[in-house]
């Protein structure tokens, strides 16, 4: 039986994170005659922060999130032509082309004979699939699971479902809070490697129980084969 | 083996598109002094069908698609307040009580017993989970596919993943574009029941090439288990 390696997806096989960072830059600069970049931040977050029960994860959510946020803070006064800018902004997101990160495409040919490598990732299901494909990546995995949630339920459903040891498995990503706190505290183990933009809404405090031992930090993702000859899970 | 009866779910277990409906109706009536509401109901599904590729199915996207058309169809005149109004219909959707069927939880168990019951759903994911925890029906359910398209190639990715065979598989739905049609012309059965509205988008003109004694119609999903008991599958 092979051991199994699952990778997040976004900013972890892929880049992500920075076309929203893009895209909040050009939102700020759109709409600079209502509001200062900074208050827009803050009000972005906020608003997202109190959408996410409803909207969940994804781009769709965040076009609808961006155009609360100008509504409110330009007290009404953003006019229609500014709103669709915004939806086109959302629209060229989500067929923005797909910039594999360095190094992930060789790590996963030196993993793919020895470990059966699967992705777990969230967001918006037809978005999510949209880039999967569109990374050229699909056919290394052995399964691709998209969640609504990344959290303790969600992986020992996964894991359950595929009947997978949690032994046997070690997941890899760039988020603390969503691919690799979950996993150390239902016992497993997992490689952090940070991207260099987090999602304020992804950030997450060190919690105390959070036992170290079971996830190490890797700078790069061409670092994975060499630490799993010299270290096994 | 128990054979494997899959259910749709918006329209087949519970009361859905009457709920766009009802927003549809709503929305005309909040833009009336803008356009009539026989010209927004045709730019509406046009703008909606145009989204489709980029947005998927779901609530959401339907949101961005009523902005998009009344933005149009104003000339840019619908102002932010009237935005906002869009986009807390779109919200009251996303909570919007769920009234399960007439008959559908006393077919269900009636028919638990003797086969593995599956839902294969397409929407938002986090929605459409929701509803199927709203619904109180979850627990019925052996497996729960959410998907952003029912189409052959999705429901044999299923087939094959659950390892069901398709001789003892029925799928059982309001769609024939989407329950019925894609089963049958994977040499499966299927049973149609009708809901009374369908929507624009899921509209079909019967094929050619559909074998019509591979799905039967019924009024009622009530009428299930004695189809099931005087037909085998």
Not at 17 to 46: A, C, N, Q, R
């Amino acid at each position: 039986m092979k051991r199994t390696i699952a990778f997040d997806a976004d900013d972890t096989l892929w880049h992500n994170e920075s076309i929203f960072h893009k895209t909040t830059l050009t939102f700020k600069d759109l709409v600079s005659h209502y509001v200062s970049p900074k208050v827009l931040e803050g009000k972005l977050y906020e608003v997202e922060r109190r959408n996410l029960a409803l909207f969940g994860y994804g781009i769709k959510g965040f076009m609808l999130s961006m155009i609360e946020t100008i509504i409110e803070l330009s007290e009404g006064k953003v006019n229609a032509i500014e709103i669709q800018q915004i939806i086109d902004l959302g629209k060229y997101m989500l067929t923005h082309p797909i910039h594999v990160l360095a190094g992930v495409e060789e790590t996963i040919l030196a993993l793919k004979d020895d470990y059966k490598l699967i992705v777990i990732t969230k967001g918006d299901l037809l978005d999510q699939e949209s880039k999967i494909a569109r990374s050229g990546l699909a056919d290394y995995f052995e399964q691709i699971e998209i969640v609504s949630e990344k959290d303790e339920k969600t992986y020992a459903e996964i894991l359950k479902r595929s009947k997978i040891d949690i032994n046997n498995f070690l997941m890899i990503g760039n988020s603390l809070k969503s691919d690799i706190l979950p996993i150390c505290n239902l016992g497993g183990k997992a490689v952090h490697i940070p991207y260099h933009l987090t999602w304020e809404l992804d950030k997450v405090e060190k919690p105390h129980h959070f036992n170290e031992q079971h996830y190490v930090t890797l700078e790069s993702v061409t670092l994975l084969p060499q630490f799993l000859q010299e270290n096994t899970f």
